[in-house]
């Protein structure tokens, strides 16, 4: 049954999967060569932001996700 | 900022640094050598034979922190009393008690402003100024929203900051509120609830999974939300967000009613009628959040980009809105 739970599990798994995008090899083919370019001129576009969120997931929540999932493998080894 | 600074001169002045014939040279000491060593040294000093008593009279009173005393006290008896006496009317030690309780008020009033940052109880008193005759009518708006013609919310100019805001739900049909949502979402809970007493498969588990799923269903929704609305460059209040996901409950509630009480196929229309009204007025209040009317924001919103809006606008209003009713069902 889908609930709260569930939902917390299904986020991490994202995130995780965000996390571990290569940069070279996957993010800069999906966007094409746009170097993060700053105060440059160029019109932001839906995959310019999209670009720019996943860097930020990517920084800011990597020590979380390590933690979280340190947290979770522990829980479902013992009590799973 | 304003603790330490103030109450340095009552922590160092006290302090004897030597015996006693320096003890002139040790008042004039700079401030920040004397507050460490301060509490470790002055039993040595009460316990120097040499010191006359009226120098213990003079460093005792002004000795802040009152644990120190009962140590360095026990070697000389005779004046115990009056430096005990002196402490409580000694004006350093009323500066110090008046500096403590600034510090405290300082802190109390930090602590309530950091507080008011993050949990700022104006902005959810907003959604709450709601009265008999706006909730009748927007529940009714809800159901009915074919005919409704203004849809952008008013804008009222305060009088005492001279700041264009919106007007609160009570003046206002079309802003946002968060009464009616919360109301609906409780009144599914014990409606679904009641029907499976009725049925006799009510267990008081159900609450707790009914309410886990539709509140995991209210997060990706809004997060669906959020994301797109950031991708697309709107910007948009997640409490306003919040607020407009939760009038699809009033849906909710007429088909969970409909289908206890009828056959499956006044259940379908029942939602298929509801889901429309809800996707339309979903429509047309998301749409001040996702296009702003252009004398708002003469910002850099291209045609490109606003295409997309009104794209995403109406397969979230319709598809998503029919999606998440058939699953919370």
Sequence with gaps: MFGLGLLFYVT???????????EERFLARLIGDESPSFGGHNPETIGTRLLTLIRAIRTVMRPILVVFNIVIIFYELVLG | MQYPSASSPPLHHPVPQHPVHFQQG?????AGAAQSGGTSRQPQAYRNPYAPPQGVQQTAPQAQPSTIQPQGMPNVIPN???ALNSILSDPNAQLGFEVGRNALNYGQEYIGRNMGKYMDAGAFSYYFQVSNFY???KLLLVMFPWRHKPWSRQIVRSDSTGQDTYATPREDLNAPDM?????????????FSIIQGLLGQFHPQLLGIVTSKSLALMVVEISFLKLFSYLLAASSSLLDLIAYSGYKFIAITLVTLAAATSSSLVKWTTFTYTGAATAFFMLRSLRYVLLPESSNSTSTVNSGMRQKRIQFLFIYSFVCQFVFMWLLL
Excluded: D, H, Q, S
């Design chain 2, 135 to 137: 909730v009748f009518r």
């Design chain 2, 80 to 82: 115990v009393p009056t």
């Design chain 2, 179 to 191: 009464y009616i949502p919360i109301m609906a979402f409780t009144t599914y809970m014990v409606v």
């Design chain 2, 26 to 30: 040790g008042y004039g000491n700079p």
């Design chain 1, 12 to 22: 991490i798994l994202l995130l995780n999967a965000v996390a571990i995008l290569n």
